[in-house]
């Protein structure tokens, strides 16, 4: 179950990292063809605000933070038990 956590944390905070990628691609996108629309018609270039707020935010903030919460748990912590078992033995 560990490996299993690693693996869909990193899963996670990857996909939230292209996620939020992706969004900022196509807000950029979207307003380099409004521009480029007011440029054609021979009109004075507008530049248009981006506005890349929205659910988007949310999703890779969570996304991220549920990756790193499961990368963190698929990591064994340290117990005592094993630390004081071990040298146990009876010396001569």
């Known amino acids: 179950m560990n490996n299993t956590n690693k693996i869909l944390g990193a899963v996670l905070m990857v996909s939230s990292i292209f996620i939020s990628t992706l969004d900022r691609i196509?807000?950029?996108?979207?307003?380099?063809?409004?521009?480029?629309?007011?440029?054609?018609?021979?009109?004075?270039?507008?530049i248009i605000p981006a506005s890349d707020n929205g659910f988007t935010g949310i999703l890779v903030y969570f996304l991220f933070f549920v990756g790193f919460v499961l990368l963190v748990a698929g990591f064994p912590g340290s117990s005592k038990k094993d630390k004081t078992n071990r040298y146990n033995q009876s010396r001569p």
């Not at 063809?33 to 054609?40: D, F, H, L, Q, R």
């Open 26 to 46: 196509s807000v950029r996108i979207s307003t380099a063809i409004v521009e480029a629309g007011y440029a054609s018609g021979g009109k004075a270039r507008e």
